[in-house]
């Protein structure tokens, strides 16, 4: 692919987050997304097939970026700094791509939706980088008995997205820092020390 035709990607994946921020994926068209672009209605067609094929290419494109971003994080010697700085950056992503992340809470848990089979991968993909980490805890003999590692992982991948949101929209004013060691209060105290 030429770098024009990167470019021009791109810039429908801008545009499409920017009016499924404001508006939501279901109700978009491809003219808004077109005009919003500055292309032709034509070009959305010739690079994604159509509007279900753009919006599916963009969440797979920012789910993967998020599991490249946690996954840059899983070699820390220590099982729980490893979990801390994926919790970091997670934060870190949603931080940088609200918008994208709004998305993907309000198409993740919407009952069916449209993207539900892509939304389903993706989501798998995330939790297993998690659970890869809540098993290296449990590994350490750092979990508590009982505590099942495929729950605590969807547990605290709802909880990152959703407190991380709530930090963007309602506690602007609390740093990254705070509201990290907000969630990691959770997780240490299922998490035994040393």
């Not at 939304?119 to 980490?133: A, N």
Request: no cysteine; glycine share 10%.
């Amino acid at each position: 692919m030429s770098p024009r035709g990167e470019n021009t990607k791109q810039k429908l994946f801008e545009a499409t987050l920017r009016l499924a921020t404001a508006k939501g994926l279901a109700g978009l068209t491809v003219d808004e997304i077109a005009a919003e672009a500055g292309v032709a209605k034509g070009t959305v067609y010739y690079n994604f097939g159509s509007k279900d094929g753009l919006i599916d290419a963009l969440l797979r494109y920012g789910v993967g970026q998020l599991a490249g971003r946690l996954r840059e994080h899983t070699g820390e010697p220590d099982p729980v700094t490893a979990l801390e700085s994926l919790v970091d950056t997670g934060l870190a992503f949603i931080a940088e791509y609200r918008g994208f992340s709004q998305i993907l809470v309000s198409e993740l848990w919407r009952t069916p939706g449209q993207w539900q089979e892509t939304l389903s991968l993706l989501r798998e993909d995330i939790i297993s980088i998690v659970k890869e980490q809540l098993q290296r805890v449990a590994d350490a003999g750092r979990l508590p008995e009982g505590v099942e590692v495929p729950t605590a992982a969807a547990g605290l991948f709802g909880t990152l997205l959703v407190v991380a949101l709530d930090w963007q929209v309602f506690q602007p004013q609390r740093t990254r820092a705070e509201v990290r060691d907000g969630i990691m209060l959770l997780v240490r105290g299922v998490a035994r020390g040393n």
